[in-house]
């Protein structure tokens, strides 16, 4: 089983400022089958980053993702109000997919 | 546009079973693998099961091996989940999910709570 550690556990920022969320996984992810989820209250996930990098339908470009084998991050450029949720890292690179914890990302 | 439906979710006894359902709609249900994945109350989101697109192929996170059984239906266009030997720790909200890969569309969940 692949364990995703997602830090920090809560990001407090204010709007319009740069998010950098991270992932670590105990070991190297494969092909690079890396994505991003957010999940405001009450609501689904919603897919934001697969691949490491592409963004999925409809997600805007203050988004990106990065990094490689057991490394990973989660950018937003420009922090909007509607930006402020939980946001997950999973691995689905192999039979037994996780996710990570979680990081709240909430307003300073 | 891609809909996913789950229903099913109820309130159970410690060691009974239920079925969700998910009734999928806007797609080629048969073309795409398919999930569960839950989120207990408070807590992150964890990958259940998941099942291949004519369900050849079938994979679950070790706490339900041999409790829980992912089966679909695709002339109903539909996703199921058996689950028995139901524990306090099964009660979260369940999605499903398509999963070819990755998560790129959810349900809104059903709730299953385990309680005495």
């Known amino acids: 089983e692949i364990v995703l550690t997602q830090s920090p556990g809560t990001l407090s920022l204010s709007p319009g400022k740069r998010a950098t969320l991270s992932c670590r996984a105990s070991?190297?992810?494969?092909?690079?089958?890396l994505a991003w989820y957010q999940q405001k209250p009450g609501q689904a996930p919603r897919l934001l980053i697969y691949g490491i990098y592409s963004r999925a339908t409809g997600i805007p470009d203050r988004f990106s993702g990065n990094g490689s084998g057991t490394d990973f991050t989660l950018s937003i450029s420009r922090l909007e109000p509607e930006d402020f949720a939980v946001y997950y890292c999973q691995q689905y690179g192999t039979s037994l997919i996780t996710f990570g914890q979680g990081t709240r990302l909430e307003i300073k | 546009e891609v809909q996913l439906v789950e229903s099913g979710g109820d309130l159970v006894q410690p060691g009974g079973s239920l079925r969700l359902s998910c009734a999928a709609s806007g797609f080629t249900f048969s073309r795409f693998w398919m999930s569960w994945v839950r989120q207990a109350p408070g807590k992150g989101l964890e990958w259940v099961a998941n099942i291949k697109r004519e369900g050849s192929e079938k994979n679950y996170v070790d706490s339900v091996k041999g409790r829980f059984t992912i089966s679909r239906d695709n002339a109903k266009n539909s996703l199921y989940l058996q689950m028995n030997s139901l524990r306090v720790e099964d009660t979260a909200v369940y999605y499903c999910?398509?999963?070819?890969?990755?998560?790129?569309?959810w349900g809104q969940g059903t709730l299953v709570t385990v309680s005495s």
């Open positions: 999910a398509r999963s070819d890969y990755p998560f790129d569309q």
């Open positions: 070991q190297s992810v494969s092909s690079g089958y």
